[in-house]
């Protein structure tokens, strides 16, 4: 018979849980919330805090519903392929399981960078504020492992895998010892995941003359390209960045992993686009996925490649305004190497599938993106309190630039498209990248130039987040 002492004891830890899971899970939504109105007002729109949060409010609902119905349904399996789009919804399934499962990771990665002083108050308090930051995603992962046993195919059943290395790895207070085996279980169960589906797919079948040589060609080159970023991201970063600035544990596996993903997910949706009615969008839609993916990959390393992680230290540059230049150009060499590894493996996937002139395209909006960033952090630099670093992430301007650049990769495939959709080799291609390589100069020249005066201009009351 339970004694009334351990009862009491057992409804005080389930509230402490209740607790700590409604004050992250608030925290997690003003954080969306103000990241929100930042980035609809660096693109000239004001938001005000009412229209936000009921925008996420919205986002949250209709994410319930499909968590309530992925769970009560099962949908056909012919996925997309009504709408001309040959992917099904075992595909799917197996590829949303395997992002999820990285969003958890790095949710467990935020969660540790911000919460450490919190972590060893209570277990119960630990347990509701992990929950409290991934409430949703965690709904969610069931939903998808639902799905995915459904299916029960190769592929699904490793994404299945996958989703419950994170779960356990973001909602539980892991042993030292067992952090890395289910973060190495996660990782590898994801891409074995995509490997089989990919493999399985039948567009992959239909449209393996595109890398010229069948589907182990195809599935070939993609691998040597993933492997190549995977490796050759961290190494690169860690011969050129500052030795304090290699402190951040688990920050070349981040690395890897995020990397590994801009590029295997802009690789396949070349061979993807290319077997659906619009083939002749497959290299932009490819180029608009790359940049697309960048836009969070920026975001995520804000920390690690932009002048903002000076913070106010930059204010002591006054003092000697001719050290902010190799500061900015720092930064941009950073800018560039952490995106080199993945953009030259994109950029051979592209000349081997027979778009040379997009492959240059490519070259020009990474030049053209690096450039804009810098401008726009320099002129929106946001400088936080030592305190407020994690938030760098979203107070930062990073990632804009390649949001245009994605714009203009759209924009160019409905263009050429107009003109002469068979035609994969275009002259104005050539004359348009050579406009955005000068543009990108242009702006990179601003930037340096600029360099002292932005500087002399900064001031705490402006810059600083209380």
Same mark, same amino acid.
Request: charge should be positive; proline fraction near 5%; hydrophobic fraction near 55%.
């Given at each position: ?144 492992? =639902? ?22 790895? =973001? ?23 995509? =490997? ?222 107009? =003109? ?47």
């Amino acid at each position: 018979m339970n004694s009334p002492i351990a009862a009491h004891r057992h409804d005080r830890a389930f509230s402490v849980v209740l607790s700590g899971c409604r004050a992250t899970f608030t925290n997690d939504f003003r954080r969306r919330s103000h990241r929100f109105q930042d980035i609809a007002g660096s693109l000239g729109f004001r938001v005000g805090a009412g229209t936000a949060n009921g925008f996420l409010l919205a986002g949250q609902f209709l994410t319930l519903l499909l968590i309530v119905a992925g769970l009560a349904w099962t949908p056909p399996e012919a996925g997309l392929e009504p709408l001309g789009i040959p992917v099904t919804t075992p595909e799917l399934a197996g590829v949303a399981g395997v992002l999820l499962a990285v969003a958890l990771l790095q949710a467990r990665r935020r969660y540790r960078r911000s919460h450490r002083h919190w972590n060893t108050v209570s277990q119960a308090l630990d347990t509701g504020m992990r929950a409290g930051v991934v409430l949703l995603d965690a709904g969610l992962a069931l939903m998808l492992v =639902v799905q995915n046993l459904r299916w029960a195919g190769a592929g699904n059943i490793l994404a299945t895998l996958s989703l419950l290395a994170a779960l356990a790895l =973001v909602l539980s207070a892991a042993k030292p010892w067992l952090i890395r085996p289910l973060a190495i279980a996660a990782v590898s169960a994801g891409a074995g995941s995509l =490997v089989a589906v990919a493999a399985q797919a039948p567009w992959l079948a239909t449209t393996a003359g595109i890398l010229g040589g069948g589907i182990a060609s195809t599935v070939l080159s993609l691998s040597l390209g993933l492997a190549v970023t995977v490796f050759a991201t961290p190494l690169l970063y860690k011969a050129s960045a500052h030795v304090r600035a290699l402190q951040s544990r688990g920050l070349l596996i981040d690395l890897s992993v995020k990397s590994g993903s801009l590029f295997i997910f802009a690789g396949a949706a070349l061979p993807l686009a290319g077997s659906t009615p619009w083939p002749w969008t497959a290299p932009f839609i490819s180029l608009a996925v790359f940049f697309l993916g960048l836009v969070l990959f920026r975001s995520s390393f804000a920390r690690i490649s932009s002048p903002e992680t000076a913070g106010y230290s930059l204010f002591l540059y006054r003092l000697a305004p001719h050290h902010i230049r190799p500061l900015i150009i720092r930064s941009l060499l950073t800018y560039l190497l952490l995106v080199l590894p993945a953009s030259v493996a994109l950029a051979i996937t592209l000349v081997v599938s027979g778009y040379a002139l997009q492959a240059v395209l490519l070259a020009a909006l990474v030049s053209l993106e690096t450039s804009i960033d810098a401008l726009v952090i320099q002129r929106r630099t946001a400088i936080l309190p030592a305190s407020h670093i994690s938030q760098l992430a979203q107070k930062s301007k990073a990632g804009l630039g390649a949001a245009v650049c994605a714009g203009v990769a759209v924009v160019f495939s409905g263009i050429l498209g107009a =003109v002469n959709p068979q035609a994969t080799e275009n002259p104005w291609l050539a004359m348009a990248s050579g406009a955005l390589v000068l543009v990108a100069g242009l702006l990179t020249g601003v930037v340096l130039a600029d360099a002292t005066s932005w500087l002399r201009e900064l001031s705490a009351t402006e810059t600083e987040d209380a």
